[in-house]
């Protein structure tokens, strides 16, 4: 028995897990960048950046009224609700009417309610046949060639 603890105390751990001299909280986060601040090689990330919406007011000199419509889950129901919301963009050329869809992307400050921009929206490219309905790409049976 002595022969026993004699070997274990001559065994000395050197972990500082041991005896509970690590405080616990600086285990409960690992840091992965020794480095408080943010290294140069990882690019920031800037969320909501670029937003889509449908122009609903342009009366106004150089802006226009955008709403953004998005899908979020409903607080109680978690059911996907749609949520809407308006921004102010910046117009320059006042060339986007009621109803335009168009891109904000996010500036300095232009005025009070304005840091947007509004740019206009790249047509995607689809595989619909021209003069369909649009819907499937399938021709309406009215604008088939007679036979």
């Known amino acids: 028995m002595t022969s026993l603890t004699s070997s274990l105390q001559a065994l000395k751990l050197?972990?500082?897990?041991?005896?509970?001299s690590t405080p616990l909280s600086s285990l409960s986060k690992p840091n992965s960048f020794p480095n408080p601040r943010m290294p140069a090689l990882v690019?920031?990330?800037?969320?909501?950046?670029?937003?889509?919406?449908?122009?609903?007011?342009?009366?106004?000199?150089k802006t226009v009224a955008v709403e953004v419509v998005r899908l979020a889950p409903h607080p109680k129901y978690?059911?996907?609700v749609r949520m809407k919301k308006k921004y102010q963009a910046h117009d320059p050329d006042n060339q986007f009417?009621?109803?335009?869809?168009?891109?904000?992307?996010?500036?300095?400050?232009?005025s009070k309610t304005k840091s947007f921009v509004a740019l206009p929206v790249v047509a995607?490219?689809?595989?619909?046949?021209?003069?369909?309905?649009?819907?499937?790409?399938?021709?309406?049976?009215s604008q088939q060639p007679a036979a």
Request: contains cysteine; glycine residues 14%.
């Open 43 to 61: 690019p920031v990330i800037r969320a909501m950046k670029t937003m889509q919406g449908r122009v609903v007011c342009a009366t106004n000199d």
């Open 14 to 20: 050197s972990s500082p897990f041991a005896h509970g």
């Open 78 to 80: 978690k059911r996907r």
């Open 97 to 110: 009417k009621v109803g335009d869809v168009v891109r904000l992307e996010k500036s300095r400050p232009i």
């Open 124 to 141: 995607r490219k689809s595989g619909a046949v021209a003069g369909g309905d649009g819907l499937l790409g399938i021709p309406l049976e």
